[in-house]
């Protein structure tokens, strides 16, 4: 791990509260709340003496408006394309000013004016090419087969992913991490403003895509890489907890116990190629467009006063 030690921004490490039995109780108090999402926390979580809570919550694909309502959610970032967004009526303008109509017509259906919906695509046309020629041809042929059937690729594609052997969640990461820069920017940019707190974000798991927008929040934010780890670890123990429940409404293949993994490595691999590639979390974020402003920005709106 000494790579990892200046990849927090500026190379000041935030110190962050241990309180086990009182930060794991208010936690447990706010799942119990969240109903309609497996994998639910709030961000500051992973370091409560530097973060300001209520700001971002992350959690798995959202299943109906308690966890909006309940926790005032006035943003959503869903890191799926609009395809998968709540109501898909046919030949509908999907994003307007990066809003997502449908989605946003889904929750005013709940009674409720919010929130914003906006969906940045972690994994476009151009990235799941990137990932697909990895795949050996036996993964290519289950493919087309698959599409032979009308079957979802994913159904092949996830366990693929998944497997260490084939390409596995660390080098997941780094593509998307190398591959995804400008769809990565614009999600960042929505921790902007500080309107649009407090922030849902989102994709199927809550652990990938969602995994790595917070990870790169948190080192921005001066988190320890060692309560970044614990945090990306906390969802499979989450994602199981609800599986074991029958709390996780997904399809049977999302839900197999390799796809759901969360082992520490899979993200160490990716706060390693920060590091070594690109020098640290500040030249990843310029390399990728982000400002000093904006960085600024977002720091503000999430560190507490007393850390910053």
């Avoid at 530097?50 to 909006?68: F, N, T």
């Avoid at 403003?193 to 990938?208: E, M, Q, R, S, Y």
């Avoid at 199981?240 to 691999?269: C, F, H, T, W």
């Amino acid at each position: 791990m000494q790579a990892l030690k200046h990849s927090f921004e500026g190379g000041r490490e935030r110190p962050c509260q241990r309180s086990e039995d009182i930060s794991h109780r208010a936690a447990d108090d706010k799942r119990n709340i969240a109903v309609n999402a497996a994998n639910f926390r709030d961000v500051s979580e992973a370091c409560e003496l530097a973060l300001k809570p209520g700001q971002i919550y992350r959690s798995s694909e959202v299943y109906g408006c308690d966890v909006v309502t309940n926790f005032k959610i006035k943003t959503i970032l869903d890191l799926r394309g609009p395809d998968k967004c709540s109501s898909k009526p046919k030949g509908h303008v999907y994003e307007h000013l990066g809003i997502c109509q449908p989605c946003n017509a889904h929750y005013e259906a709940c009674g409720m004016e919010g929130p914003r919906v906006h969906h940045v695509d972690f994994i476009p046309m151009h990235v799941g090419l990137c990932i697909m020629a990895k795949m050996p041809m036996k993964i290519w042929w289950k493919v087309a087969k698959g599409a032979c059937r009308r079957e979802d690729p994913a159904k092949v594609m996830c366990p693929a992913v998944a497997n260490p052997g084939i390409m596995g969640f660390q080098e997941l990461y780094i593509t998307l991490l190398d591959k995804s820069r400008e769809n990565i920017a614009e999600a960042l940019r929505l921790f902007v403003d500080p309107d649009n707190f407090p922030i849902l974000v989102h994709c199927v798991h809550g652990k990938d895509r969602t995994g790595m927008i917070i990870m790169l929040i948190l080192l921005l934010c001066g988190v320890p890489v060692e309560a970044i780890l614990e945090d990306y670890a906390r969802s499979e123990t989450l994602l199981k907890e609800s599986k074991a429940k029958n709390q996780l409404p997904m399809a049977e293949y999302l839900q197999r116990d390799d796809v759901i993994d969360a082992q520490r490595s899979n993200l160490e691999g990716a706060l390693t190629h920060i590091d070594f590639r690109y020098g640290g979390i500040s030249r990843y974020l310029k390399k990728i467009g982000i400002t000093d402003f904006e960085r600024k920005s977002i720091r503000r709106n999430l560190v507490q006063q007393t850390s910053v």
